[in-house]
């Protein structure tokens, strides 16, 4: 569970088009900001780590090319790695999320290892975006069980290691 000031701090890096000077800036800022939860950064660097496939971001568009919605498929570890977790900016369909979002205290979010891998992976540009219809966007939500998901609407290359976050 995080802070709504840490939820703001990581949908800065959910920018995309918000260049960051390096790596180790956005590691030190995630470890400033994120001072108490140590345990769920070190995780998600895990995921990036540990992954031999990038986060992949799924947008639906409008015509003109607006996003109208997204949703990652952040690869799983060890005995899931053939199933990826499909993660929205509201929800994820892990274990572990659904047990947060279950004891959900009103003055904390829910937020899993996999959605910040999300944040961290698109500051540090190690994520591949692939645009589908609304119809697929719709089918793949469906069959992914996504907790948190019915309020998904208008959601806005190199490996590194943890040696680069101490």
């Known amino acids: 569970m995080i802070s709504d000031s840490q939820v703001q701090f990581l949908e800065i890096f959910g920018d995309r088009n918000h260049k960051w000077e390096s790596q180790e800036d956005i590691l030190k800022l995630s470890r400033f900001y994120l001072y108490d939860q140590v345990k769920v950064l070190e995780s998600a660097l895990d995921v990036l780590d540990r992954s031999t496939t990038r986060i992949q971001c799924f947008d639906s568009k409008t015509k003109e090319g607006d996003i109208i919605r997204s949703f990652w498929k952040v690869p799983g570890t060890r005995r899931d790695s053939d199933n990826p977790y499909v993660c929205t900016e509201t929800g994820?369909?892990?274990?572990?999320?659904?047990?947060?979002?279950?004891?959900?205290?009103?003055?904390?979010?829910?937020?899993?290892?996999?959605?910040?891998?999300?944040?961290?992976?698109?500051?540090?540009?190690?994520?591949?975006?692939?645009?589908?219809?609304e119809e697929e966007f719709a089918q793949q939500l469906a069959s992914s069980s996504v907790v948190g998901i019915e309020s998904a609407n208008n959601i806005g290359r190199n490996k590194f290691t943890r040696a680069h976050y101490s």
């Open 92 to 133: 994820c369909n892990c274990v572990r999320y659904s047990e947060l979002a279950r004891a959900a205290d009103t003055m904390l979010t829910p937020f899993c290892k996999h959605r910040i891998a999300c944040y961290l992976a698109t500051a540090l540009d190690l994520v591949d975006y692939i645009q589908i219809s």
